[in-house]
C-alpha cells in the first residue's frame, strides 16, 4: 500500500477524530482507545524461493496507524503455517505499536487480532504444539501471549480482511475497495478513494443477503406446501408441518400466493436497483454540471491571461522597433568611430615613422617588437634619468639672479671672485651626473645580456641617485647615498664573482673602489 501510494503521489491517508470505544470492527468496546490489527499471507508467492509473503495493517480506533509487508524466510509446508508466521509477525508489531500509544495516550489501549485463517487460529488458541514441531518455537511464544491476554484473537472475513492488500497483485476492484477500507483520499479533493468499488461491493453484499432470505423463505414455503419431496423428515420444519399436510390440489390459491410473493420481492428488488440507478445517474450528472462550471471557468481565466499576452506581445513589438532604431543609429556611430579610428591610425602610424626616421638618423634602430616588463621599467627609468640629466645641465654654475639686458647700452654685469655654493653634500652635482650615465650604461650592457637580476639592482642604484639629484633642494651624494648605492654595487660585485664574469666582476669593483674613495 505504502509503494502503491508512493508510485501515484496524489494518494494521502486522512485520520479523523477518533471515537472513544469505536473500532473498524469492534464498535462497542468497553477500552477508549483500540487497537485492531488485521493479518494475512500469500502462501508460496515467489515462486523462484517459495517464500511467503506476510502483511500486517493496524488502526487505532479506525484510523490508520501501520502497516507491513514482508518476505517470511522461511519456506511453509502448508498454508495453515504461513497464515501462522504472518500472524506473529503482526502480533510483535501490534504489541509494539500498543506500548508506543500507552506511553504517547497515557491510557491502556486494548488490542484486538485479526486473522483470517480459522486453522492458524485455532493453532494460537489452544495450548501445546501438537504435531506442529518446525514451529513451535513461534507457535507458544503466541500461545502464551493469547493466554496473558496480551492481545485477543478474532476471526474476519476474507472480504473484509485490509491486510490482502499487501499479500499478492489484486484487480483494481478489490484494490480500491481496500484503500477505501484503509481511509485513504484524493490529495486535490480529500474525496475517499474506491468510493464507487466500496458502494458496489456493499450491493453485492446487500443484493446476496436478500437473495439468501428469500432462498431460506421459499424453502419454508416448499416445505410447508409439501412441493420439496424429501425434505418433510428433516429438521424442525418438517416436524412442524408433519401433522398438519396440506395437498397442492385442496389449496391452488396458495400456491399463487407463493407466485405473487416471490413476483412482488423480485419487483422489490428492481425497483430499489432502479432507484440506486437513478441516484447514481443524478450524482454523475452533478459532477458533471460542477465540472463544466469549472471547465468554463478555466476557459474564462485562458481567454483573460490571453488577452494578457496579446497585450504584453504588442508591447514587445514596439520595443523591438525602438531596439531596432537604437540598433541603427549606433551601427551608424560605429561607422563614424571606425572611419575616424583609421584616419587616427593612418596619422599615428606617420607619427611613428617620422619618430623612426629621426631615430634612424641619430643612429639607432628598432630593436624589439614587443616589450617585457622588465625592458618597460628600464624605459621608464631611463625616461626618467634623461630628464634629471637633462636638469641638472641647464643649471646655472652660480647662485646670483641673472639679469636680462635692456638693450639700453648699460655696462654689462661682471662675473664676480666669489666661491660657488656648493650643495650640502660634500660632493658635487657634476659626479652625481657622471655616476648617472656610467651605471646607465652599465644597465643597457645588462638588457642587451639578458641578465635581469643584475638589470633589477642597476635600476634600483638609478632610483636613488635620481631621487638624490631631483627636487628643490638635492640631497646630492651624501653618506647615505652613497652607501646605499655602494651596498649594491657589492651585492653585483659577489654575483659576478661566484659566477665567474671576470669582466663584470672587475667593473664593479672599480664602483665599490670609487664610492669609498668619496666616503673617505
Not at 666661491?419 to 652635482?429: A, D, F, L, T
Amino acid at each position: 500500500m505504502i509503494g502503491f501510494m508512493k508510485q501515484v503521489g496524489d494518494i494521502g491517508v486522512k485520520l479523523c477524530y477518533p471515537e472513544p470505544g469505536v473500532g473498524k470492527v469492534n464498535t462497542a468496546a468497553e477500552c477508549e482507545w483500540i487497537l485492531e490489527s488485521f493479518s494475512d499471507a500469500d502462501w508460496n508467492a515467489n515462486k523462484t524461493t517459495r517464500h511467503s509473503t506476510s502483511c500486517g495493517v493496524h488502526f487505532i480506533n479506525n484510523c490508520f496507524m501501520y502497516a507491513s509487508s514482508r518476505n517470511q524466510k522461511v519456506v511453509s509446508l502448508s498454508s495453515c503455517e504461513s497464515e501462522l508466521h504472518s500472524l506473529v509477525s503482526c502480533a510483535c508489531d501490534g504489541i509494539y505499536i500498543r506500548a508506543c500509544a500507552m506511553f504517547v495516550l497515557n491510557g491502556v489501549v486494548e488490542h484486538f487480532q485479526y486473522t483470517d485463517s480459522s486453522s492458524a487460529r485455532q493453532i494460537v488458541c489452544r495450548q501445546g504444539c501438537g504435531r506442529v514441531r518446525h514451529v513451535s518455537g513461534k507457535l507458544l511464544w503466541a500461545q502464551e501471549k493469547t493466554a496473558d491476554k496480551s492481545f485477543s484473537l478474532h476471526p474476519v472475513a476474507t472480504l473484509h480482511n485490509v491486510a490482502d492488500i499487501g499479500t499478492k497483485t489484486l484487480s483494481r476492484q478489490r484494490l480500491f475497495y481496500l484503500l477505501h477500507s484503509c481511509g485513504l483520499v484524493y490529495g486535490v479533493d480529500f474525496s475517499d478513494v474506491g468510493e464507487n468499488e466500496f458502494s458496489l461491493v456493499n450491493e453485492r453484499l446487500v443484493n446476496a443477503q436478500q437473495l439468501k432470505k428469500i432462498s431460506k423463505a421459499i424453502l419454508r414455503m416448499g416445505l410447508a406446501m409439501g412441493i420439496t419431496e424429501g425434505l418433510e423428515s428433516s429438521g424442525a420444519m418438517a416436524q412442524q408441518c408433519g401433522n398438519n399436510e396440506i395437498q397442492v390440489n385442496k389449496f391452488p390459491w396458495m400456491f399463487a400466493c407463493v407466485v405473487f410473493l416471490i413476483c412482488m420481492v423480485a419487483f422489490t428488488a428492481f425497483w430499489r436497483r432502479f432507484q440506486r440507478f437513478l441516484k447514481d445517474w443524478d450524482d454523475r450528472m452533478k459532477r458533471l454540471e460542477s465540472d463544466v462550471d469549472s471547465a468554463q471557468v478555466q476557459l474564462g481565466d485562458h481567454y483573460e491571461y490571453a488577452a494578457h499576452l496579446s497585450e504584453r506581445i504588442d508591447g514587445l513589438d514596439v520595443r523591438c522597433e525602438s531596439i531596432d532604431e537604437a540598433s541603427d543609429a549606433q551601427a551608424a556611430q560605429v561607422s563614424t568611430l571606425e572611419e575616424e579610428m583609421m584616419e587616427s591610425s593612418h596619422s599615428t602610424e606617420e607619427v611613428l615613422d617620422c619618430i623612426r626616421y629621426g631615430l634612424m638618423e641619430l643612429g639607432g634602430f628598432v630593436r624589439h617588437t614587443f616589450l617585457s616588463r622588465e625592458q618597460r621599467s628600464h624605459m621608464f627609468v631611463q625616461e626618467r634619468a634623461n630628464m634629471v640629466l637633462r636638469n641638472l645641465r641647464n643649471q646655472a654654475d652660480t647662485t646670483d639672479v641673472a639679469t636680462q639686458n635692456n638693450g639700453e647700452g648699460g655696462e654689462e654685469e661682471m662675473r664676480t671672485n666669489d666661491p660657488e655654493v656648493e650643495p650640502e653634500s660634500h660632493v658635487s652635482p657634476g659626479r652625481i651626473t657622471a655616476l648617472l650615465e656610467n651605471v646607465r650604461r652599465d644597465l643597457n650592457i645588462a638588457l642587451q645580456a639578458e641578465r635581469w637580476t643584475e638589470n633589477n639592482q642597476l635600476q634600483g642604484a638609478v632610483n636613488i641617485l635620481l631621487d638624490a639629484a631631483s627636487g628643490p633642494s638635492p640631497e646630492g651624494l651624501s653618506m647615505r647615498v652613497l652607501r646605499d648605492v655602494r651596498n649594491i654595487f657589492q651585492r653585483l660585485f659577489r654575483i659576478h664573482r661566484n659566477r665567474g664574469l671576470e669582466e663584470r666582476r672587475d667593473r664593479f669593483r672599480v664602483y665599490v673602489e670609487d664610492i669609498n674613495s668619496l666616503m673617505q
